[in-house]
């Protein structure tokens, strides 16, 4: 992630560009770093509770929490349900496959229905509730988000690339999807075995980031 605040409006925060944001998002400096649920977990594996009250300084919390935890696991997205909190909203900071780099959270998230043309981009993907592998995945290449902010304020995000691919990746994780739940069996069992052997080493290196970046964890 560049350390260079952003100047050419390459930056859209909650869906609209802005002309210049720090290197992480503020949120984290208020945040702690909370431990990542993983994969086999409940809360990973049912549809999360619509959030229904809004504004709440507990909501707030758990934004600044989860950016927090993301940024030390070096993640682009983090649902609520990987935090251990079962509520539908995520937290982001990914660029698009243009370069422009998508800041923000949204709360009750849903997808537009995929139009008759759409076309679907093979890329690998990777979760931090599946600590290590990654595998390709095809997930169409555009994407539009509904949802609000933690405020109930509608946003709408629009995705493309690589970005379009976090929309999805975490709104799954609200519904009880992972990404490797979308592989084929025998996928799925080596991408379950390789995170066996690379676990601990993954977990290591996020709890040296958090250092680093001076991130309380709890």
Known sequence: M??????????????????????????AARGRVLRITEVGEEVLHRPCRTVEEYGTPELARLVDDMFATMYAAAGVGLAANQADVDLRLFVYDCKDDDGVRHVG????????????????????EGCLSVPGPRRELGRPERTVARGTDIHGRPLVLEGTGYFARCLQHETDHLNGMLYIDRLGKRDRRAVLAEMAEQREQVLAARVTRAEQLGLPQV
């Open 105 to 124: 959270h949204l709360v009750n998230p849903v997808l537009d229905p995929p139009t008759e043309d759409r076309r679907l981009a093979d890329a690998t």
């Open 2 to 27: 560049t350390s260079t605040p952003a100047t050419d409006r390459r930056v859209r925060l909650l869906g609209e560009p802005v002309d210049s944001y720090p290197d992480r998002a503020p949120e």
